[in-house]
Nanobody, 123 residues
Framework: VQLQASGGGLVQAGGSLRLSCAVSGHIVTNSDIGWFRQAPGKEREFVAG????????YYADFVKGRFTTSRDNAKNTVDLQMSSLKRGDSAIYYC?????????????????WGQGTQVTVSS
């Protein structure tokens, strides 16, 4: 399976941005797709996850109520809608796939990774 995140950019604090993760290749039906982010000098951290089959979503506490992840069946993408952005949300955002569908929040729960997309939030 191949994944490619896109949609990053520069946005003012309080603004919104929508990221997209294009999924191609053979993906196991019960896979999970996760969003992670990594800021300079910090460890990669979990942001949000969604079951590829649809329905189940889960979020890190620090994005609950601000970020929403969803699947676009027509485009074969998983999107991350980010609102009320803060400077602390600035990071490279990655999408990843976990074929086991465990619903984990750790980096090593995910087997396949795409290249990231940079999100910069200015004050």
């Amino acid at each position: 399976v191949q994944l490619q995140a896109s949609g990053g950019g520069l946005v003012q604090a309080g603004g919104s941005l929508r990221l997209s993760c294009a999924v191609s290749g053979h993906i196991v039906t019960n896979s999970d797709i996760g969003w992670f982010r990594q800021a300079p000098g910090k460890e990669r951290e979990f942001v949000a996850g969604i079951a590829w089959s649809g329905g189940r979503t889960y979020y890190a506490d620090f994005v609950k109520g601000r970020f929403t992840t969803s699947r676009d069946n027509a485009k074969n993408t998983v999107d991350l809608q980010m609102s009320s952005l803060k400077r602390g949300d600035s990071a490279i955002y990655y999408c990843a796939s976990d074929p086991s569908g465990y619903g984990g929040t750790r980096v090593y729960d995910y087997e396949y990774w795409g290249q990231g997309t940079q999100v910069t939030v200015s004050s």
